[in-house]
């Protein structure tokens, strides 16, 4: 004979409390997990123009190692790293000296805590209006480009003109357009920062 299951009951201060209301399998409402990923997309709006500046800081940096070492490279076997360089240790210098190493460390941990954000809300339903801005955020980092030479702002692929037009209207209808601008704008001085 197997014993029952007692009744859930947690302890806090002294006051015993009833289990937390909701589904009994586990699973979580819509509108829950709607809730929640509003709650991340907060975060996410903090830290996408924390994301484009640390990509200018460390465009600038590797720049300017690459230019080193082309200039330096002799061959076509060093310039394209296929031997070892002897400058090698001068190239990192100029990493570590203009922070690009140090910023390069700093955005894998922030592009790891942003991609885990992003895939919450990406698999959140959307209900309300709130939820759509959600999903917009999402989008933006998802389009941030991956390189500093790219034209443009947003990245959006190739055919990408009507994702444009619907990533436009989402930004405008969730009130996201000054946040949208003000990242397009930081992005541009990044490619000329680097030109």
Not at 70 to 75: K, L, M
Not at 121 to 134: F, Y
Not at 141 to 167: I, K, Q, T, W
């Amino acid at each position: 004979m197997t014993a029952r299951k007692k009744p859930f009951l947690a302890v806090v201060d002294g006051t015993t409390l009833p289990p937390p209301a909701g589904p009994r399998n586990g699973k979580r409402s819509a509108s829950d997990r709607e809730g929640t990923a509003i709650a991340v997309a907060h975060t996410i709006e903090q830290l996408l123009p924390a994301l484009v500046e640390l990509n200018r800081v460390w465009a600038i940096g590797a720049t300017a190692a690459g230019a080193y070492h082309e200039a330096r490279a002799t061959t076509d076997a060093e310039r394209y790293h296929r031997i070892p360089v002897p400058l090698t240790e001068e190239v990192e210098a100029i990493r570590e000296m203009s922070g690009a190493r140090v910023v390069e460390c700093a955005m894998t941990i922030l592009h790891g805590k942003l991609r885990t954000m992003y895939r919450l809300v990406e698999n959140a339903p959307v209900a309300t209006l709130e939820g759509l801005r959600t999903k917009t955020l999402a989008a933006m980092y998802e389009c941030m480009p991956s390189f500093a030479e790219h034209e443009g702002g947003f990245d959006f692929g190739e055919n990408d003109e009507p994702v444009r037009m619907l990533f436009r209207a989402c930004i405008s209808v969730t009130g996201l357009s000054e946040l949208a601008a003000r990242l397009e704008a930081r992005m541009d001085r990044e490619r000329g920062a680097t030109s």
